[in-house]
Structure formats: C-alpha cells, structure tokens
C-alpha cells in the first residue's frame, strides 16, 4: 500500500507543477526546462518508485484530468480502481463542529466485511468505514462521502 501513497503524492505534485509552470513560464522551451529539473529531482531522491510509475513525471503521458464524479462511486469502480493500484480521492462533508469538506483517500476495500479502509492526512493511521453508510466519525465531527475523483494514470 505504500505504492499507493507514493503515487498519490506524485500526482498531487504534479498537479501542483502544472499551476505553477502556467504561473511563471510563457514559452514551451521553459515549461520543458522546469520539467526536466522536477524530472531529475525524482530520479535522485525517491528511489522507490518502480519503472513502470517513472512515466508519471512527464507531463506528456500523465492523465491531468481525471473522472470528477460528483457523488459516491459505485462498488464495481472502486474495485476497478483499487484492484489496478489506483487510489480513489473523496471529499467529505463535514456535519460536526466544523462546516465544511474534507479530503479523504480511499485506499482499499473488503467486501467480506463490507468496509473500504480509507487515509485521513490528519492522521498516520488508516480507517475503515462501511460500505453501506459512507461515513466516519471523528470526535464531534461526522464526514460524509459527497465526491470522488478517480480513474489516476
């Protein structure tokens, strides 16, 4: 389950570089530059991302825009998704002490205890919740699955 952690970071930083490369960059000539200086920074300081994932830095062959589905994915995406090692984004409405959305990564499933087990960054632990309700608690905070992002190349 690392791989999918790992993975998800790349993609956030990815993601990150593309607002950033629009920001400051006019020209292809620099955005390949800048490319190139992420590219390098990768291959020197994470070693355990595997061949397969490497492509992952060139902005050519990264899916940058994947499936925003407004709502709860079904069963048969999720195990589509997470069975291919691809993690599942998903905001989170807040109903507790603090309005708002949250996000959260679902990162695996068991449809023998009907749970997925998901990541909440807040904490270094991860968490089931049942496949039935959509939600978890946290103290007085009650969050609710409301949005998905998937299909992450």
């Not at 109903?95 to 009907?114: E, I, Q, S």
């Not at 089931?128 to 609710?144: H, P, Q």
Request: aromatic letters at 16%; charged letters at 20%; proline letters at 3%.
């Amino acid at each position: 389950m690392n791989k999918l952690l790992i993975y998800l970071t790349i993609l956030f930083l990815v993601f990150s570089l593309c607002d950033v490369v629009e920001a400051i960059t006019s020209t292809e000539e620099d955005v390949l530059c800048v490319s190139k200086k992420v590219e390098d920074f990768f291959n020197r300081n994470i070693h355990l991302i595997e061949p397969s994932v490497g492509n992952l830095l060139d902005l050519n062959t990264v899916n940058i825009y994947p499936t925003d589905y407004d709502g709860i994915l079904p069963e048969q995406i999720v195990s589509y998704e997470i069975s291919n090692d691809r993690p599942i984004y998903m905001g989170m409405k807040n109903y507790g002490d603090r309005d708002g959305w949250h996000a959260f990564v679902l990162r695996g499933y068991n449809f023998a205890t009907n749970t997925y087990s998901i990541w909440n960054p807040w904490y270094r632990e991860y968490a089931e919740i049942s496949i039935y309700s959509k939600s978890i608690s946290y103290g007085n905070d009650i969050y609710i699955w409301g949005d998905s992002i998937y299909e992450w190349r």
